[in-house]
């Protein structure tokens, strides 16, 4: 993924379309306005949600999501890439079925 801009801080590898920049009023400071998702939640290849973490300036991207609290360990998370896993924002359906889902056995992870 590419980088928006220089001096974005924790937030160079956000994708285009999460991100809106400003000027701040008055000054020729960068401004970067985000959208977070409530929750991000990683599928299985057949479609189950296996977890699910709350969006936040920790989690702004699904990558960041998956890296930092999903798979942290870069080899396991590529395997899973391989596989046909994605991390992807959660909708509210997703929200209340991954409160009320029992274990979901009978798949390789």
Request: hydrophobic share 35%; charged share 20%; with cysteine.
């Amino acid at each position: 993924m590419s980088g928006l801009g220089v001096g974005l801080g924790p937030f160079d590898q956000l994708a285009p379309e999460s991100a809106q920049h400003v000027q701040a009023p008055g000054t020729d400071v960068p401004v970067t306005i985000m959208t977070i998702p409530k929750a991000w939640v990683l599928v299985m290849p057949c479609g189950c949600i296996d977890g699910i973490v709350r969006g936040s300036v920790r989690n702004p991207t699904a990558e960041a999501a998956w890296a930092t609290t999903f798979t942290p360990n870069k080899r396991s998370r590529d395997a899973q890439d391989r596989k046909g896993w994605t991390v992807r924002a959660a909708t509210t359906e997703d929200i209340e079925r991954a409160q009320h889902a029992p274990d979901h056995e009978g798949h390789n992870s």
